[in-house]
């Protein structure tokens, strides 16, 4: 699975839907992680970036709403809520807490698909027009099926296999991803990727590109994403999107 596809979180103690919405919503490409508790679905949000969860209310043993009401509490994630087809109390209550839609069971994938879907592009147009203070809760970057998650330190390949960094690496990838399209110098790449400002490193950032090239080009010595501009510096060529 492209790690650019949505990764979208179900949380059902269903085994066959949590089988069947997975197997649909990958079909139609989306990345899907599903699983059956509120401690697996925090362990899940603590380890990878999720662009919306899909949360049923009438978990087993657990208080599916307490849940619903820390994701909003927590974060600005998109959360539809599953309820059963009486629970109309529980409908109102979650649109109350902000969850951004619901659904009944039961319901068919065609219509879950397209809540999703439609949840999502609420959701970037949203995020599209954001105060830049927004910037400060940024999540993840995106590129050409690349995800650099922020929160886990983490690189994540175009085939989901996660690629090991230094920590000059990740400091210089993200200050990339931080200023795509543009020639950034070698003092200002150097300035953007200090840790915390205080981390000065004892190579060039020409060995560092090198590195990182090596990482993530197909061919480190004919690179199309960080590539060079004579006599100026470097240029991140990718599209990027950032994930808050």
Known sequence: MNTASPHILVVDDDPALRELMSAYLTEN????TAVASGAEMNAVLQDSV????????????????QLARGLRDTSELPVIIVTGKQDEADRVMGLEIAADDYVTKP????????RIRAVLRRYQARTDVASPVRSSKRRAYRFA?????????RLTSPEGQRVELSNGEFNLLLALCE???????????????????AEVYDRSIDV??????????VDAAAPKMIRTERGAGYVFEPQVQVLH
Do not use: C, T, Y
């Not at 490409?29 to 899907?32: C, R």
């Not at 099926?145 to 330190?153: S, V």
């Not at 200023?179 to 400002?197: A, I, N, Y």
């Open 107 to 114: 319901f068919s994938n065609r219509e879950m698909l397209a």
């Open 29 to 32: 490409e989306f990345q899907v």
């Open 50 to 65: 999720i662009d919306l969860v899909v949360l049923d209310l009438r978990l087993g043993g657990e208080d599916g709403m």
């Open 208 to 217: 560092q590109i090198l590195r990182l090239r090596r990482k993530i080009e």
């Open 179 to 197: 200023q795509p399209q543009r020639v950034l110098s070698r003092d200002q790449l150097l300035e953007l990727s200090r840790l915390h400002g």
């Open 145 to 153: 099926g690349w995800e650099l998650n922020l929160l886990a330190r």
